[in-house]
Protein backbone atom coordinates (compact mmCIF):
# COMPACT_ATOMS: atom_id res chain seq x y z
CA UNK A 1 0.00 0.00 0.00
CA UNK A 2 2.65 2.48 0.59
CA UNK A 3 4.62 1.84 -2.54
CA UNK A 4 1.18 2.28 -4.24
CA UNK A 5 0.95 5.28 -2.81
CA UNK A 6 4.04 6.31 -3.50
CA UNK A 7 3.85 5.80 -6.83
CA UNK A 8 0.29 7.56 -6.76
CA UNK A 9 1.54 11.24 -5.62
CA UNK A 10 5.16 10.56 -7.80
CA UNK A 11 2.36 10.39 -10.49
CA UNK A 12 0.73 13.15 -10.00
CA UNK A 13 3.58 15.43 -8.97
CA UNK A 14 4.44 14.83 -12.82
CA UNK A 15 1.07 15.54 -13.83
CA UNK A 16 0.61 18.52 -11.82
CA UNK A 17 -2.45 17.08 -10.47
CA UNK A 18 -2.04 19.54 -6.49
CA UNK A 19 -5.09 18.31 -5.47
CA UNK A 20 -4.39 14.44 -5.75
CA UNK A 21 -0.81 15.11 -4.86
CA UNK A 22 -1.70 16.48 -1.93
CA UNK A 23 -4.63 13.81 -0.80
CA UNK A 24 -2.41 10.70 -1.68
CA UNK A 25 0.50 12.21 0.06
CA UNK A 26 -1.42 12.59 3.05
CA UNK A 27 -2.30 8.98 2.84
CA UNK A 28 1.14 7.99 2.20
CA UNK A 29 2.10 9.59 5.58
CA UNK A 30 -0.49 8.03 7.58
CA UNK A 31 0.45 4.36 6.31
CA UNK A 32 4.23 5.31 7.08
CA UNK A 33 3.19 6.93 10.49
CA UNK A 34 0.84 3.66 11.28
CA UNK A 35 2.93 1.00 9.83
CA UNK A 36 5.45 0.91 12.58
CA UNK A 37 3.59 0.27 14.84
CA UNK A 38 3.22 -3.47 13.87
CA UNK A 39 6.74 -3.72 14.57
CA UNK A 40 6.99 -1.84 17.51
CA UNK A 41 4.87 -4.05 19.54
CA UNK A 42 5.04 -7.15 21.37
CA UNK A 43 5.79 -10.45 19.46
CA UNK A 44 2.56 -11.76 20.40
CA UNK A 45 0.05 -8.72 19.61
CA UNK A 46 2.05 -7.94 16.56
CA UNK A 47 0.92 -10.97 14.38
CA UNK A 48 -2.46 -10.70 14.93
CA UNK A 49 -3.52 -7.24 13.47
CA UNK A 50 -0.69 -7.87 10.90
CA UNK A 51 -2.07 -10.62 10.04
CA UNK A 52 -5.27 -9.13 9.51
CA UNK A 53 -4.74 -6.43 7.87
CA UNK A 54 -2.59 -8.72 4.96
CA UNK A 55 -6.35 -10.74 4.85
CA UNK A 56 -8.16 -7.83 4.75
CA UNK A 57 -5.84 -6.52 1.82
CA UNK A 58 -5.73 -9.86 0.16
CA UNK A 59 -9.54 -9.71 0.06
CA UNK A 60 -9.75 -6.13 -1.01
CA UNK A 61 -7.51 -7.19 -4.10
CA UNK A 62 -9.39 -10.51 -5.14
CA UNK A 63 -13.00 -8.48 -4.78
CA UNK A 64 -11.30 -5.80 -7.62
CA UNK A 65 -9.41 -7.77 -9.36
CA UNK A 66 -12.17 -10.63 -9.66
CA UNK A 67 -15.84 -9.19 -9.18
CA UNK A 68 -16.92 -10.18 -12.84
CA UNK A 69 -18.45 -7.60 -14.82
CA UNK A 70 -20.66 -8.74 -17.83
CA UNK A 71 -19.52 -6.20 -20.47
CA UNK A 72 -22.32 -4.22 -22.14
CA UNK A 73 -21.89 -3.36 -25.91
CA UNK A 74 -23.44 -0.68 -27.96
CA UNK A 75 -27.34 -1.77 -28.13
CA UNK A 76 -28.52 -1.64 -31.86
CA UNK A 77 -32.44 -1.91 -31.64
CA UNK A 78 -34.14 -1.67 -34.52
CA UNK A 79 -33.55 -0.28 -38.33
CA UNK A 80 -31.23 2.89 -38.44
CA UNK A 81 -31.51 5.84 -40.07
CA UNK A 82 -29.28 7.96 -41.78
CA UNK A 83 -28.70 11.19 -40.43
CA UNK A 84 -29.30 14.25 -42.41
CA UNK A 85 -26.53 16.74 -42.07
CA UNK A 86 -28.81 19.52 -42.71
CA UNK A 87 -30.07 18.78 -39.14
CA UNK A 88 -26.30 18.88 -37.56
CA UNK A 89 -26.41 21.84 -35.06
CA UNK A 90 -23.31 23.28 -36.77
CA UNK A 91 -24.66 23.29 -40.25
CA UNK A 92 -28.20 24.83 -39.29
CA UNK A 93 -25.82 27.88 -37.43
CA UNK A 94 -24.31 28.25 -40.88
CA UNK A 95 -27.73 29.40 -42.18
CA UNK A 96 -28.08 33.33 -42.20
CA UNK A 97 -31.11 34.49 -41.52
CA UNK A 98 -33.35 36.24 -44.38
CA UNK A 99 -31.31 33.91 -46.98
CA UNK A 100 -32.88 31.21 -49.14
CA UNK A 101 -31.03 28.09 -47.17
CA UNK A 102 -32.49 29.67 -44.08
CA UNK A 103 -35.98 30.05 -45.53
CA UNK A 104 -35.96 26.25 -47.24
CA UNK A 105 -33.97 24.95 -43.83
CA UNK A 106 -36.96 26.17 -41.62
CA UNK A 107 -39.86 25.36 -43.78
CA UNK A 108 -38.75 21.79 -43.55
CA UNK A 109 -37.70 21.75 -39.83
CA UNK A 110 -39.76 24.26 -38.25
CA UNK A 111 -39.14 22.67 -34.76
CA UNK A 112 -36.22 23.94 -34.49
CA UNK A 113 -36.22 27.56 -35.62
CA UNK A 114 -37.33 29.60 -32.56
CA UNK A 115 -34.48 27.89 -30.13
CA UNK A 116 -32.02 28.29 -33.04
CA UNK A 117 -33.31 32.12 -33.42
CA UNK A 118 -32.51 32.52 -29.52
CA UNK A 119 -29.01 31.11 -29.87
CA UNK A 120 -28.24 32.60 -33.18
CA UNK A 121 -28.50 36.04 -30.45
CA UNK A 122 -25.62 35.10 -28.61
CA UNK A 123 -22.18 35.88 -30.35
CA UNK A 124 -21.08 33.06 -32.39
CA UNK A 125 -17.76 31.60 -31.13
CA UNK A 126 -14.49 33.28 -32.82
CA UNK A 127 -16.64 36.09 -33.60
CA UNK A 128 -15.15 39.68 -32.63
CA UNK A 129 -17.36 40.36 -29.12
CA UNK A 130 -15.19 36.73 -27.90
CA UNK A 131 -11.69 38.16 -29.53
CA UNK A 132 -11.61 41.10 -26.65
CA UNK A 133 -11.16 38.34 -24.15
CA UNK A 134 -8.07 36.80 -25.48
CA UNK A 135 -7.23 37.62 -28.94
CA UNK A 136 -3.96 36.23 -29.29
CA UNK A 137 -5.54 32.82 -28.03
CA UNK A 138 -8.55 33.27 -30.29
CA UNK A 139 -6.86 34.75 -33.58
CA UNK A 140 -4.62 31.71 -33.36
CA UNK A 141 -7.79 29.01 -33.01
CA UNK A 142 -9.26 31.03 -36.13
CA UNK A 143 -6.40 30.84 -38.11
CA UNK A 144 -6.18 27.36 -37.46
CA UNK A 145 -9.84 26.85 -38.61
CA UNK A 146 -9.38 28.92 -41.80
CA UNK A 147 -6.51 26.61 -42.71
CA UNK A 148 -9.04 23.65 -42.43
CA UNK A 149 -11.84 25.62 -44.99
CA UNK A 150 -8.49 26.07 -47.45
CA UNK A 151 -7.73 22.26 -47.61
CA UNK A 152 -11.22 21.41 -48.59
CA UNK A 153 -10.30 21.41 -52.48
CA UNK A 154 -7.54 18.13 -51.33
CA UNK A 155 -9.87 15.96 -49.89
CA UNK A 156 -10.39 13.82 -52.98
CA UNK A 157 -9.07 13.57 -56.75
CA UNK A 158 -8.92 10.72 -59.38
CA UNK A 159 -6.81 7.52 -59.14
CA UNK A 160 -3.76 6.35 -61.36
CA UNK A 161 -5.07 3.87 -63.70
CA UNK A 162 -2.87 1.24 -62.74
CA UNK A 163 -3.51 -0.56 -59.86
CA UNK A 164 -0.76 -1.38 -57.15
CA UNK A 165 -1.80 -5.51 -56.16
CA UNK A 166 -1.14 -6.45 -52.57
CA UNK A 167 -2.73 -8.55 -50.28
CA UNK A 168 -5.38 -7.25 -47.96
CA UNK A 169 -3.01 -8.09 -45.00
CA UNK A 170 -0.18 -6.37 -46.41
CA UNK A 171 -2.44 -3.42 -47.29
CA UNK A 172 -3.72 -3.17 -43.38
CA UNK A 173 -0.46 -3.58 -42.26
CA UNK A 174 1.19 -0.72 -44.65
CA UNK A 175 -1.83 1.46 -44.08
CA UNK A 176 -1.23 1.37 -39.98
CA UNK A 177 2.15 1.90 -40.08
CA UNK A 178 2.26 5.05 -42.25
CA UNK A 179 -0.76 6.40 -39.62
CA UNK A 180 0.98 5.85 -36.79
CA UNK A 181 4.40 7.23 -38.77
CA UNK A 182 2.46 10.21 -39.30
CA UNK A 183 1.55 10.62 -35.77
CA UNK A 184 -1.56 8.74 -34.45
CA UNK A 185 -0.91 5.41 -32.20
CA UNK A 186 -4.45 4.62 -32.63
CA UNK A 187 -6.19 3.53 -36.44
CA UNK A 188 -8.45 0.90 -37.02
CA UNK A 189 -10.29 -0.09 -40.27
CA UNK A 190 -13.90 -1.25 -40.58
CA UNK A 191 -16.78 -1.55 -43.49
CA UNK A 192 -18.29 1.86 -44.47
CA UNK A 193 -21.84 0.91 -42.93
CA UNK A 194 -23.91 3.04 -44.78
CA UNK A 195 -26.38 3.76 -41.66
CA UNK A 196 -23.11 6.06 -40.75
CA UNK A 197 -22.85 8.01 -44.35
CA UNK A 198 -25.04 11.52 -44.13
CA UNK A 199 -28.23 11.43 -46.23
CA UNK A 200 -27.71 14.98 -47.51
CA UNK A 201 -25.18 18.37 -47.42
CA UNK A 202 -25.98 20.16 -44.82
CA UNK A 203 -22.65 22.91 -45.32
CA UNK A 204 -19.13 22.77 -47.20
CA UNK A 205 -18.30 23.61 -50.71
CA UNK A 206 -20.82 20.85 -52.20
CA UNK A 207 -24.73 21.92 -52.84
CA UNK A 208 -26.62 22.44 -49.78
CA UNK A 209 -29.40 19.48 -50.14
CA UNK A 210 -27.14 17.44 -52.42
CA UNK A 211 -27.56 13.58 -51.89
CA UNK A 212 -24.71 12.33 -50.07
CA UNK A 213 -23.45 9.46 -52.30
CA UNK A 214 -20.58 7.67 -51.01
CA UNK A 215 -19.75 4.21 -52.08
CA UNK A 216 -16.50 3.57 -50.68
CA UNK A 217 -16.16 -0.21 -48.96
CA UNK A 218 -13.67 0.77 -46.30
CA UNK A 219 -13.67 3.38 -43.53
CA UNK A 220 -9.86 3.95 -41.86
CA UNK A 221 -10.54 5.82 -38.76
CA UNK A 222 -7.62 7.03 -36.16
CA UNK A 223 -7.64 9.79 -33.00
CA UNK A 224 -5.15 11.96 -32.05
CA UNK A 225 -4.71 12.94 -28.27
CA UNK A 226 -5.08 15.94 -26.94
CA UNK A 227 -2.77 17.50 -24.55
CA UNK A 228 -3.99 17.07 -21.37
CA UNK A 229 -2.51 20.83 -20.10
CA UNK A 230 -4.64 22.34 -22.73
CA UNK A 231 -7.75 20.54 -21.61
CA UNK A 232 -7.20 20.99 -17.63
CA UNK A 233 -7.79 24.81 -18.83
CA UNK A 234 -11.39 24.00 -20.17
CA UNK A 235 -13.63 25.91 -20.59
CA UNK A 236 -11.10 28.56 -21.29
CA UNK A 237 -9.42 29.57 -24.46
CA UNK A 238 -6.38 27.52 -24.97
CA UNK A 239 -9.22 23.91 -25.37
CA UNK A 240 -10.14 25.36 -28.64
CA UNK A 241 -6.66 26.17 -29.58
CA UNK A 242 -5.76 22.58 -28.94
CA UNK A 243 -8.95 21.31 -30.92
CA UNK A 244 -8.31 23.29 -33.90
CA UNK A 245 -4.30 22.12 -34.18
CA UNK A 246 -5.58 18.65 -33.62
CA UNK A 247 -8.19 18.88 -36.28
CA UNK A 248 -5.50 20.31 -38.67
CA UNK A 249 -3.11 17.15 -37.60
CA UNK A 250 -5.69 15.02 -38.25
CA UNK A 251 -6.54 17.25 -42.10
CA UNK A 252 -3.16 16.37 -42.63
CA UNK A 253 -2.78 12.57 -42.22
CA UNK A 254 -6.26 11.99 -43.54
CA UNK A 255 -5.28 14.42 -47.10
CA UNK A 256 -1.82 12.44 -47.16
CA UNK A 257 -3.18 8.64 -46.83
CA UNK A 258 -6.32 9.45 -49.45
CA UNK A 259 -3.94 10.81 -51.88
CA UNK A 260 -1.37 7.68 -50.97
CA UNK A 261 -3.80 5.06 -51.65
CA UNK A 262 -5.02 7.06 -54.72
CA UNK A 263 -1.75 6.45 -56.08
CA UNK A 264 -1.76 2.96 -55.42
CA UNK A 265 -4.68 3.02 -57.96
CA UNK A 266 -7.88 2.95 -55.78
CA UNK A 267 -10.16 5.48 -54.95
CA UNK A 268 -10.07 7.30 -51.09
CA UNK A 269 -11.61 10.22 -49.74
CA UNK A 270 -10.67 12.10 -46.88
CA UNK A 271 -13.09 13.65 -44.59
CA UNK A 272 -11.99 16.23 -42.54
CA UNK A 273 -13.53 19.48 -40.08
CA UNK A 274 -14.96 22.17 -40.70
CA UNK A 275 -17.39 21.64 -43.38
CA UNK A 276 -16.23 18.41 -44.90
CA UNK A 277 -17.49 15.37 -43.40
CA UNK A 278 -19.75 13.15 -45.25
CA UNK A 279 -19.38 10.14 -42.64
CA UNK A 280 -19.89 10.68 -39.03
CA UNK A 281 -16.84 9.68 -37.06
CA UNK A 282 -17.87 8.18 -34.12
CA UNK A 283 -19.75 5.12 -34.67
CA UNK A 284 -17.12 3.93 -37.04
CA UNK A 285 -14.24 4.73 -34.87
CA UNK A 286 -16.97 2.55 -32.96
CA UNK A 287 -16.68 -0.54 -35.22
CA UNK A 288 -12.79 -0.16 -36.03
CA UNK A 289 -12.51 -0.82 -32.49
CA UNK A 290 -10.86 2.35 -31.17
CA UNK A 291 -13.78 2.90 -28.40
CA UNK A 292 -16.92 3.11 -27.32
CA UNK A 293 -19.29 5.92 -27.07
CA UNK A 294 -19.85 7.36 -23.52
CA UNK A 295 -22.20 9.25 -21.38
CA UNK A 296 -20.92 12.83 -22.87
CA UNK A 297 -21.89 11.81 -26.71
CA UNK A 298 -18.75 11.24 -27.93
CA UNK A 299 -15.90 8.37 -28.08
CA UNK A 300 -13.93 7.41 -25.47
CA UNK A 301 -10.53 6.02 -26.94
CA UNK A 302 -9.02 3.05 -25.15
CA UNK A 303 -5.39 4.97 -24.86
CA UNK A 304 -6.67 8.45 -23.85
CA UNK A 305 -10.57 8.11 -23.26
CA UNK A 306 -12.26 11.18 -24.80
CA UNK A 307 -9.32 13.55 -24.66
CA UNK A 308 -9.05 12.72 -28.70
CA UNK A 309 -9.73 14.28 -32.09
CA UNK A 310 -10.70 11.76 -34.49
CA UNK A 311 -9.69 11.74 -38.40
CA UNK A 312 -11.08 9.62 -41.44
CA UNK A 313 -10.48 8.38 -44.87
CA UNK A 314 -13.33 5.69 -46.59
CA UNK A 315 -11.14 3.97 -49.45
CA UNK A 316 -11.93 0.84 -51.60
CA UNK A 317 -8.21 -0.63 -50.99
CA UNK A 318 -8.65 -3.95 -50.10
CA UNK A 319 -8.51 -3.83 -46.37
CA UNK A 320 -9.11 -6.44 -43.27
CA UNK A 321 -11.68 -5.11 -40.68
CA UNK A 322 -11.26 -4.63 -37.20
CA UNK A 323 -14.00 -5.17 -35.07
CA UNK A 324 -15.64 -3.61 -32.35
CA UNK A 325 -14.66 -4.01 -28.30
CA UNK A 326 -16.63 -4.34 -25.30
CA UNK A 327 -13.70 -2.35 -22.79
CA UNK A 328 -16.41 -2.23 -19.84
CA UNK A 329 -17.12 2.16 -20.72
CA UNK A 330 -20.91 1.23 -21.06
CA UNK A 331 -20.55 0.09 -17.81
CA UNK A 332 -18.49 2.80 -16.20
CA UNK A 333 -20.30 5.57 -17.84
CA UNK A 334 -23.69 3.73 -16.38
CA UNK A 335 -22.07 4.69 -12.78
CA UNK A 336 -20.05 7.82 -13.06
CA UNK A 337 -22.00 10.38 -13.95
CA UNK A 338 -19.25 13.06 -13.24
CA UNK A 339 -19.38 14.66 -16.84
CA UNK A 340 -23.04 15.21 -16.29
CA UNK A 341 -22.66 16.62 -13.48
CA UNK A 342 -19.91 19.09 -14.46
CA UNK A 343 -21.52 19.81 -17.35
CA UNK A 344 -21.88 23.93 -17.03
CA UNK A 345 -24.55 24.00 -19.48
CA UNK A 346 -26.40 20.66 -17.86
CA UNK A 347 -26.71 19.15 -21.23
CA UNK A 348 -25.61 15.64 -20.80
CA UNK A 349 -28.51 13.14 -19.25
CA UNK A 350 -27.72 12.03 -15.73
CA UNK A 351 -30.59 8.84 -16.49
CA UNK A 352 -30.67 6.28 -18.94
CA UNK A 353 -30.29 5.75 -22.04
CA UNK A 354 -32.82 5.91 -25.12
CA UNK A 355 -33.09 5.30 -28.54
CA UNK A 356 -32.34 7.56 -31.29
CA UNK A 357 -32.33 6.42 -34.90
CA UNK A 358 -32.18 3.08 -33.94
CA UNK A 359 -29.24 3.12 -31.42
CA UNK A 360 -29.34 3.42 -27.44
CA UNK A 361 -27.13 5.82 -26.21
CA UNK A 362 -27.15 8.57 -23.51
CA UNK A 363 -28.81 11.77 -25.24
CA UNK A 364 -27.47 14.99 -25.32
CA UNK A 365 -29.23 18.35 -25.07
CA UNK A 366 -26.80 19.21 -28.52
CA UNK A 367 -29.09 22.82 -28.12
CA UNK A 368 -27.76 23.81 -25.08
CA UNK A 369 -24.42 22.35 -25.56
CA UNK A 370 -24.18 24.91 -28.50
CA UNK A 371 -25.49 27.64 -26.93
CA UNK A 372 -23.29 26.96 -23.89
CA UNK A 373 -20.02 27.35 -26.12
CA UNK A 374 -21.32 30.55 -27.82
CA UNK A 375 -21.22 32.09 -24.14
CA UNK A 376 -17.86 30.57 -23.54
CA UNK A 377 -16.77 31.55 -26.79
CA UNK A 378 -15.11 28.12 -26.85
CA UNK A 379 -15.48 24.61 -27.06
CA UNK A 380 -16.19 23.92 -23.82
CA UNK A 381 -14.63 20.80 -23.34
CA UNK A 382 -15.10 20.53 -19.45
CA UNK A 383 -16.63 16.88 -20.05
CA UNK A 384 -13.60 15.83 -21.81
CA UNK A 385 -11.06 16.95 -18.78
CA UNK A 386 -13.14 15.94 -15.72
CA UNK A 387 -13.96 12.21 -17.16
CA UNK A 388 -11.60 9.67 -15.55
CA UNK A 389 -10.52 8.20 -18.73
CA UNK A 390 -9.09 11.10 -19.52
CA UNK A 391 -6.12 10.66 -17.25
CA UNK A 392 -2.41 10.70 -18.74
CA UNK A 393 -1.21 7.38 -20.55
CA UNK A 394 1.01 6.21 -18.47
CA UNK A 395 1.25 2.74 -16.39
CA UNK A 396 -0.35 3.63 -13.25
CA UNK A 397 -3.52 5.11 -15.34
CA UNK A 398 -3.28 2.09 -17.63
CA UNK A 399 -3.15 -0.34 -14.68
CA UNK A 400 -6.13 1.52 -13.09
CA UNK A 401 -8.13 1.44 -17.05
CA UNK A 402 -7.10 -2.54 -16.75
CA UNK A 403 -8.83 -3.06 -13.70
CA UNK A 404 -12.08 -1.08 -14.31
CA UNK A 405 -12.34 -3.31 -17.60
CA UNK A 406 -12.84 -6.85 -16.06
CA UNK A 407 -14.22 -5.89 -12.41
CA UNK A 408 -17.46 -4.35 -11.90
CA UNK A 409 -16.26 -3.57 -7.96
CA UNK A 410 -12.80 -1.88 -9.37
CA UNK A 411 -14.96 0.40 -11.43
CA UNK A 412 -17.40 1.37 -8.59
CA UNK A 413 -13.72 1.84 -6.12
CA UNK A 414 -12.46 4.02 -8.94
CA UNK A 415 -15.47 6.14 -9.26
CA UNK A 416 -15.38 6.68 -5.83
CA UNK A 417 -11.62 7.50 -5.49
CA UNK A 418 -11.49 9.49 -8.81
CA UNK A 419 -13.99 11.94 -6.76
CA UNK A 420 -11.64 11.15 -3.67
CA UNK A 421 -8.34 12.14 -5.00
CA UNK A 422 -9.15 14.73 -8.06
CA UNK A 423 -12.87 15.83 -6.39
CA UNK A 424 -15.87 15.68 -7.67
CA UNK A 425 -15.26 18.91 -9.53
CA UNK A 426 -11.94 18.45 -10.68
CA UNK A 427 -9.40 21.99 -10.51
CA UNK A 428 -8.73 23.73 -13.88
CA UNK A 429 -5.43 24.63 -14.65
CA UNK A 430 -3.26 27.31 -16.41
CA UNK A 431 -1.56 25.76 -19.73
CA UNK A 432 1.37 26.95 -21.25
CA UNK A 433 -0.46 29.37 -23.39
CA UNK A 434 -2.03 30.85 -20.57
Not at 153 to 179: A, D, F, W
Not at 197 to 207: L, N
Request: proline content about 5%.
Amino acid sequence: MICFFFLFALYSLLEKERRALWRSSIVLLLLIIISPIFFLAETSLRSWPFGITFVLLFLCLAILLFSPLKRKSTEIVGRQKKVDERDVIFARFEYEERTETYEKYYSRRPEYKKIDDEIRKIPDILSPPHLKKNPLLLSLASAEFDFLEHQLTQVNGIENREKYQLSPSENTRIIKEIIKYSGSDLCGICLLDQAYVYSHVGRGPEQYGMEIKLEHKYAIAFALEMDLGMVAAAPKEPVIVETGKKYVEAARISIIIADFIRHLGYPARAHIAGSNYQALLPPLAWLAGLGELGRLGILITSKYGPRARLGLITTDLPLVVDKPKKMGIQNFCQKCQKCARNCPAQAIPYGEKTEEKGVMKWLLNREECYRFWRKAGTDCAVCIYVCPYSKSDNAFHSFIRKMTENSSAAQSFSIWADDLFYGRIPLRRKSSLG
